[in-house]
Each structure stands twice: as structure tokens, then as C-alpha cells.
């Protein structure tokens, strides 16, 4: 019988807490070096015992949002943090999900030339100097596959899009494994690659620099097809499910806060290389001490946070043991969510992005309409109510429910993992600024004006009048941040 993960993850005390207290760390604006209390004055404004107070600390930690400093004058301090476990929340969810090569590059391809473009518009003296280190670095670094991601990652800081430059350093964590994995006829042809990463590199580059925008957007364009093109010839064995996973080396000198962290990651990957079997027994406490090499206290700390993920968890009694469980896309929408509300994203850099990934969402199913499976989803899309104002006045609560359910059906229906997982993020970050600002909830003649919106957003996607689908779709999305933000 399986256990529900949500309900091992949810129903624990320490998760609460820790919840508790990184919303207080965001409700006072990401206070980095301000003490949140001491570890008594916590357990005492929670009413929680030492134990599950520091596996709550344990998992703030965890996130980076706050660090327990012990002696005198220590206490809970709010830290800046990285993007590290974020990204990794999210590589492990999308392994899962079994995102394709395909996906990936046709997300990079929605990313990638928007933060070019971005680029060249906030491009600054200290951006150029960036951007020529990490030129001159793939020079100096010519068989360093990372020396090229480092490329991506600077351009998209220089976006000044913090949601953008998150994405795309999950994408290129991703394009990396199938890097990796990727074959050459020769060093020489290995070679050759590179240097036609560099020549695009250096163009885009220069476009940005120069501040020109379209052919910064249209150089990248054209990088990410070639990179596609390039990872989808050389590619071995099936190019349909995730990239062959790398062996993962235990530090065994890390602190064993940061070990407890490594080994749950280590885990994470061994479950994803052995196939994901949900409701299997990984294997026993006794068995993963042995092959781990790590004392108790470590595993039982890693096997917290792969609980907390969802990953897996530990089924004590005859037959026991750590229990393979299907990963929920909640917990690394909640991971990435809360470091991206320490960035401080603005309300037009979500738009940005999103609206980039709805308008390429809609496009998809335009060409996807004709499938049973597809044609048979968008019918439930459909508004459920005929536009009378006076009936959708009751409906006045539902409607961002069903403007959820809208944007994720056609997420769904495009059919990419990543392209998905980032809108629903995006929309979670909408969410928690809408809630958390006490905004009034649309009018009846807004939920009204929602439910026609969609209607002829599918009427076009039925008709497959792509160029009319986008066009309504971007009028949608102009008009729906006015009701939700």
C-alpha cells in the first residue's frame, strides 16, 4: 500500500514551524543578518519541543533563509541565500517527470532570446566587463563545457530579470547532463563545437553591447537551434527520456549540515538512475548507513529533506525502509517561490516571462489541435457559465481558480514539462503578492469579461489561426494583470 506523500510531508510539526518562520522572514522584507530569536524564545513562541524545533531550523536552513548561530549573542539570523537548492528542487522534479531533450530546447528557446533582448536594453560598463571575463574565460578554458554555460547564466543576470535568470540556470543544469552525455566522432569535431559556441557566444555578445536588441534576440534565436541541432545528432541511445545520470562523490569533509544536504542529493539521483520505482524500498536504514558511509544522525537528517521533496520516505516495522514516492511539482514551486521572493522580482518581470511562455504555450496547441487526446482536453477548458452577470456575481471567488485552471490547461496541453512547471511558479509568485497585498477580488463584470476571454482564445485555437490565438491571448494577458495584480 502507498503512502500519500503529500500527507508525510504536510502533517509534520516541524514543517509547519519551518513555514512559519521563513513567512515571517518575507512578511519583514528578507531582513539578511537580523535575529529572528533565540532558540528558547522560538520554542516558546511556537510551543514546540527542542527536537522539532531544530529539524525546523534544519529545513530554513535547508532553504538558506536563516542560520542558527550557537553562543552568545547567537540566535536564528536571517541569511542571503543561493539559488543552489531551487535549482535543484527543480532538476530533481523534472528528471521525474522524465522532461525530454526536445522540451528543454524549446524552452531555452523561449528563454533565451527574451533575455538577450533584456540584455541589450539594461546592458550597463559593468555588464560589458562581465560578459567579456566569461568570453575570455571559454578561451582560456577550451575543453570546459562549463566555461560555456557560465555564457548563459552572465547574459541572463544581465537581463536584470531575476525570474529569467533562475529559469535559465535550471535549463542550462539540464542541458549540461545531456552534454555530458553526448557523443563526437573526434576531439577534433569536440573541438570544432566549442569554437562555434564561442563564435555564437561573441556575437550575441557583441549585439548586446552595441545595445541592439533584435539582433542580440535573433543571434540567440539562432544559437539555440544550433545547439539543438547539434545535442540531437550526437546524442546517445534514447533522446526521448531524461540524460544518463553522473556518479556523485559523498564530501565526506563537509559540515554535517552541508553532508546531510549532499547525501539527500546523492540519494535523490541513485533513486533517478535506478529508474524512479515508485512504493519500492530503496533500502534499509541498516543497508544505506553501509553503503553511504555516513553515521546515523546524517542519514536520518538527509532522509528529513527527502521527505520534505518528497522523494522518499522512511517506513519503519517489518518491511521497511526508505520508500521510493513520486515527487510533487508543490514542493519545488514552494522551494523556487521563496527564493524568488527574496529577489524581490518586480510585477513586470513575471509578466515578462510568463507572458512569454503563454504566448509559445498557445502556439504549440495550435499545432497539437487536431489530436484526439488534445481536442478532447480542450473542451474542459470551456467556460462553465454563459456570461449573465448576475449569475457569475457568485462566482466572483472562482474566478482566479478558473483563470489558474485555464493557463495550466493550455500549459498542459503544449505538452512541456519545464515550460509548464515555470508557469505554475510564476503564478504561485502571483499569488502569494496577491494575497498578501489585500487586493479586492474581481468584479462580477471582471469574471464575466475572464470567461468570454478564454472562450475566444479557443475559438482560434480551434480554427488554427495561430497568429489570432496569440494576439488574444496577449490582450488576455494585458487585461488580466489589471484584475490580479
Known sequence: MSVEPQAVRTDKRAVQIARCIEAEVVRRGWPVGASLGSEG???????ASRSVLR???????????????????????????????????????????????????????????????????????????????????????PGLPAARDEFHVALARQSKNPVLQLFI??????????????????????????????HDHSGIAAAVTAGDSARAKALSERHVQAVTAWLQRHQRGDRSGAPPRQVRRLDLEAPRGKLAEVLAATIADDIAATGWQVDSVFGTEAALLERYRVSRAVLREAVRLLEYHTIAHMRRGPGGGLVVTRPQAQACIDTIALYLQYR???????????????????????????????????????????????????????????????HIGLAQLAGNALLELFLRIIAELFRRHWSSTGAQPPTAADVVAVEHAHLRILQAIRAGDDSLARYRIRRHLDAAASWWL
Open 344 to 406: 524581490k522580482p518586480s510585477r513586470e518581470d513575471l509578466r515578462c516571462v510568463g507572458d512569454a511562455i503563454e504566448i509559445a504555450n498557445v502556439a504549440k496547441v495550435v499545432q497539437l489541435r487536431n489530436e484526439p487526446e488534445v481536442a478532447a482536453m480542450l473542451d474542459t477548458l470551456d467556460p462553465s457559465t454563459d456570461f449573465a452577470a448576475d449569475e457569475a456575481a457568485g462566482e466572483m471567488r472562482k474566478a482566479a481558480v478558473e483563470e489558474f485552471r485555464f
Open 55 to 141: 529539524e525546523a531550523v534544519r529545513l530554513v536552513e535547508h532553504h538558506q533563509v536563516a542560520r542558527m548561530r550557537r553562543g552568545p549573542n547567537g540566535g536564528l539570523l536571517v541569511c542571503a541565500p543561493d539559488a543552489g537548492p531551487a535549482t535543484r528542487a527543480v532538476v530533481i522534479y523534472l528528471e521525474y517527470r522524465g522532461t525530454t531533450l526536445d522540451d528543454l530546447l524549446d524552452a531555452r528557446l523561449v528563454l533565451e532570446p527574451l533575455a538577450a533582448a533584456l540584455a541589450a536594453e539594461q546592458i550597463d560598463e559593468a555588464g560589458i566587463e562581465r560578459l567579456r571575463a566569461v568570453l575570455g574565460a571559454e578561451q582560456q578554458q
Open 169 to 198: 540556470e535550471v535549463s542550462m543544469r539540464l542541458t549540461r547532463r545531456y552534454a555530458l552525455s553526448s557523443r563526437t566522432d573526434s576531439a577534433t569535431e569536440a573541438l570544432e563545437a566549442l569554437d562555434r559556441l564561442h
Open 41 to 47: 524564545a522560538l520554542q516558546k513562541r511556537y510551543g
